[in-house]
């Protein structure tokens, strides 16, 4: 199945989220920070279901309840009706904490979600490569580019570059 542009614009978008929740989550985490990475992850997580549902033609029947929940079932039921997407109990609990945040100010378990960052980001690159065949380490905005000699220009220019703390615009 060719991969769309949007769906690899949408995955590096959730990928840079994911990015800065997992570079900073401190040693001794406090609750606004981890607060902070649970709604920053959950809403990378349901950027790449929903690219992903797009994307296998799996998405919520109900167009009006496009939430992170409601992408699970119809991904299964189009490419394993027997078993679940994995790390559905995992975004449930992170669902859970999240709503219970945003609408009662209940803030999340600092222990539980300590590395919800880095535990999405596990989730979320694993669906990448079992739904659309895509390495999300491996993702960068050469995949966007379709001209194969530019894309050589591209990734010559990277190498290049010399290595260094700083980030480019076009860096990983």
């Known amino acids: 199945m060719p991969i769309a542009p949007e769906l690899i614009e949408q995955l590096l978008v959730a990928r840079s989220i994911l990015e800065r929740v997992r570079t900073q989550t401190p040693s001794a985490p ?27 033609g799996a998405r919520p029947a109900d167009r009006n309840k496009t939430f992170l929940m409601n992408y699970f079932d119809p991904i299964q039921k189009k490419r394993h009706p027997k078993t679940e997407v994995k790390g559905k109990r995992f975004f449930s609990q992170l669902n859970d904490a999240r709503n219970g945040f945003k609408h009662n100010g209940n803030f999340p378990d600092t222990v539980q979600f300590a590395q919800v960052g880095e535990n999405t980001y596990e989730y979320v690159s694993n669906w990448c490569a079992k739904y659309a065949g895509l390495a999300l380490d491996d993702l960068d905005y050469s995949a966007l580019l379709h001209d194969e000699k530019l894309k050589l220009t591209y990734r010559q220019a990277k190498t290049l570059l010399p290595r260094s703390n700083t980030k480019h615009y076009w860096s990983n």
């Open 30 to 56: 406090d609750r606004h920070t981890v607060a902070t990475n649970v709604l920053l992850a959950h809403d990378a997580a349901e950027l790449v279901l929903a690219a992903i549902a797009n994307h296998l």
